[in-house]
């Protein structure tokens, strides 16, 4: 009896090793690979999700979306109707609103397009057509538009360029500035 019992549980482990074999194994070979000319890559595709980035245990900015999809192979992420949150290094934080938005699977980068809008804890508004997050140097660059409010201070132009806490902006092309009342 105890000789049945060994027999039967080592062929209940080979068949969980033999299945779960055969569903980490590649695709058998007649299948056509994901990255052939006029084949969609598979997408990983998520709803009402998140994706954090932290640095030494802080966070430095959250992104939701409505939608995220992220490739595989490259892990670039695509956000649609997204909702992010940047920290600042004084414990503040900026909330940005978008249409559409990416993120570089390798560099961090992010990529924010399409009616961008983003409110600083100090009421601080900028609006633009596209701002860009870039890790490596902890700035971003906005094009397109550019419009910040603080306070009674209007600044507007073509680019802007800011630090982290938004302290240091340069904006440029087109550039003005306008205090105690709204600019063009």
Not at 123 to 129: D, I, L, M, R, V
Not at 147 to 158: A, K
Request: hydrophobic share 35%; glycine share 10%; charged share 25%.
């Amino acid at each position: 009896m105890n000789k049945k019992i060994v027999a039967v549980a080592a062929c209940v482990a080979l068949l969980l090793a033999g299945g779960i074999y055969y569903l980490l194994s590649a695709p058998p070979a007649s299948q056509e690979p994901a990255a052939e000319a006029g084949s969609e890559r598979n997408q990983l595709s998520y709803s009402g999700s998140s994706i954090v980035e932290e640095h030494d245990g802080k966070r430095l900015w959250e992104l939701s979306a409505e939608t995220i999809e992220i490739d595989p192979e490259t892990k670039n992420v695509t956000l649609k109707n997204l909702q992010g949150t940047f920290y600042q290094r004084d414990g503040g934080k900026i909330i940005v609103t978008a249409k559409q938005g990416w993120m570089d699977g390798k560099t961090r980068d992010v990529r924010i397009e399409t009616e961008v809008k983003a409110v600083a804890d100090d009421g601080a508004t900028f609006t633009a057509a596209r701002v860009d997050w870039l890790a490596a140097e902890q700035r971003y660059h906005g094009s397109g538009g550019v419009r910040v409010t603080r306070d009674d201070t209007v600044l507007t132009g073509d680019q802007l360029d800011s630090d982290v806490n938004l302290e240091k902006i340069k904006v440029s092309g087109n550039a003005r500035i306008q205090q105690g009342g709204v600019a063009p």
